[in-house]
């Protein structure tokens, strides 16, 4: 199975979560090219950011440290992609705006995760590991939630996020998650906002 030792949704290999999501989600919203872009982006992201210094981008969270901190640290990451991607996007490079926005959707779908409640703490890919933690996470994750899923949801928020539809909220993350393919778990959390804001203007020309 092609899922990681984080516990990501899987983006690399025959099985395509975090692509599938965006194209029933945005298939009819973007355009080929920004479909392309928003997809390729969610293997690119998982293949460059596997370090433990990077749990917070995939909603974990780091050894020893608090949920609500790496929340506070996702909710940052979050919001200067979008803002970054939509002054891209306002300069007219719409290619590397998606690149960018695609960051924050991954972000946001891997919080959605089974594997991923309530910031859980990511471990390396370790021997010891193998089977006390990288089997479970691939049983966790290795199917699409479906439509009308959270993942689905938060998919669709990015992009009005980016858009302008909807205005960025202090905190991106719900305390919800879809626990498998037939409904939805829940759990509990510490909201983490980052008191962030962002004066640029939205993606849409």
């Given at each position: 199975m092609h899922t990681?030792?984080?516990?990501?949704w899987p983006s690399v290999g025959p099985?395509?979560?975090h692509q599938e999501i965006i194209r029933r989600v945005l298939g009819g919203r973007v355009t080929p090219e920004q479909l392309r872009i928003l997809m390729q982006g969610q293997e690119d992201?998982?293949?460059g950011t596997q370090d433990e210094v990077y749990a917070h981008m995939h909603a974990m969270r780091r050894r020893g440290e608090k949920r609500q901190d790496a929340r506070r640290k996702a909710n940052r990451f979050i919001r200067q992609q979008i803002c970054i991607a939509r002054r891209l996007a306002a300069e007219g490079h719409t290619a590397d705006a998606m690149r960018n926005l695609a960051q924050a959707i991954h972000t946001l779908q891997d919080s959605t995760s089974p594997a991923h409640a309530n910031f859980d703490v990511a471990w390396e890919p370790t021997s010891s590991n193998f089977?006390?933690?990288l089997l479970p996470h691939e049983y966790d994750e290795y199917f699409d939630p479906g439509?009308?899923?959270?993942?689905?949801e938060l998919t669709l928020r990015a992009w009005q996020y980016f858009t302008g539809e909807l205005n960025?909220?202090?905190d991106f993350f719900v305390d919800e998650f879809d626990l498998n393919k037939y409904g939805?778990?829940?759990f509990r959390g510490t909201p983490g906002p980052d008191g962030g804001?962002?004066?640029c203007k939205s993606g849409r020309r």
């Open positions: 990681d030792s984080r516990g990501q099985l395509k979560v992201f998982d293949r089977f006390t933690r439509g009308g899923s959270v993942a689905d960025m909220p202090a939805r778990g829940y804001g962002c004066d």
